[in-house]
């Protein structure tokens, strides 16, 4: 393994994507979010990332010089264009459309069209956070996860996540996707030649399997059954319906090199507590949630491991494989 700060990963991944075909700009954004996902334990979401964005780059699939832009707004709403470039600006300027928009109106969403892998999904909702919003983001991916009772993929693992903000702590921050586990934690295990539980996945056949490769070739098991299947479906809609994005089944997977862009979809909702009960009633009613459930000496809150572990990372930097840093210079040098 390597150990790496965050500054020279970051360097390197930018470096990266801007060789394989991105606007510095788009590569630095893009790198600052991976290495965040790095930095906070979540690698199945971090550089580990950046060959794929690569490939996509070089091949057409993501367009590296693409801006975003505001194509429709009314009120409260808005909706950007990723125009099938890297997603990590569409999604800043959602969540900026977002913030502002929920300043004058107590409440407001944007919505992301034309868009691409987004990352860690919570990561983008830090600026909300630090506003004092509560904040949800979602966004559905290529087709993972078959509706409930089929075996063909339709569903993509469509990740949601919600961060309440707390006076003078870091904030609630939840952050799942909506399959039994990440679609990346699988892609790690065929990667590193593991074998996976059986409730993680189906092969192409519909049964269970241990084999990632073979999970990567067959379909996803939802969380918890048929309740996360309709979860699932809710976010699929929200994500597409609403943005005229592509839907799961309607994208190819973010794990081939080559094809069409996804033109996926992504949401962001942010709520001003001070025009509801109030910011003052809302900090005490989430302080004595807190207090409850803290009481428990098990109980762990979520979002607690994340914060603890981007401390050490900025401190001590972070571990990769020694084949991924490899990856990771050739890329940069190329």
Request: aromatic share 6%; with cysteine; glycine share 10%.
């Amino acid at each position: 393994m390597a150990l790496i700060t965050l500054d020279v990963l970051t360097a390197l991944v930018t470096q990266g994507l801007e060789r394989a075909g991105a606007a510095h700009e788009n590569a630095s954004l893009a790198a600052q979010f991976l290495v965040a996902a790095d930095a906070q334990g979540l690698a199945s979401h971090g550089v580990s990332r950046t060959p794929l964005y690569a490939a996509h780059l070089r091949n057409g699939r993501v367009d590296g010089w693409a801006l975003p832009t505001i194509s429709r707004q009314k009120g409260a709403v808005c909706l950007v264009d990723a125009r099938a470039g890297l997603a990590f600006g569409a999604c800043a300027l959602a969540v900026r459309e977002t913030l502002m928009r929920a300043h004058e109106f107590g409440v407001a969403f944007s919505g992301v069209t034309n868009s691409n892998h987004f990352g860690a999904t919570a990561l983008h909702l830090a600026p909300l956070a630090e506003a004092g919003m509560v904040g949800l983001a979602w966004g559905n991916s290529p087709a993972a996860m078959p509706a409930w009772g089929g075996r063909t993929p339709l569903f993509g693992t469509n990740p949601i996540a919600a961060v309440f903000p707390r006076r003078d702590r870091d904030p609630l921050v939840i952050d799942l996707s909506l399959s039994e586990v990440a679609r990346g934690k699988i892609m790690l295990a065929a990667r590193e030649g593991r074998a996976i539980p059986e409730s993680w996945a189906l092969d192409r056949d519909g049964h269970p399997t241990t084999d990632p490769q073979a999970a990567l070739e067959g379909s996803m098991l939802p969380a918890g059954g048929v309740k996360g299947a309709m979860l699932a479906l809710m976010i699929e809609l929200l994500s597409c319906a609403l943005t005229g994005a592509a839907f799961g089944f309607e994208a190819e997977s973010f794990f081939s090199e080559t094809g069409q862009p996804p033109r996926i979809g992504q949401g962001f909702l942010a709520f001003d507590p001070g025009a509801l009960a109030g910011t003052a009633i809302y900090d005490e009613r989430m302080e004595t949630l807190i207090g409850a459930m803290l009481a428990d000496p098990n109980v762990r809150l979520p979002g607690e491991r994340r914060s603890s572990t981007e401390v050490r990372a900025h401190e001590q930097g972070v571990e990769i494989s020694n084949a991924l840093y490899s990856q990771l210079v050739t890329l940069a040098q190329v």
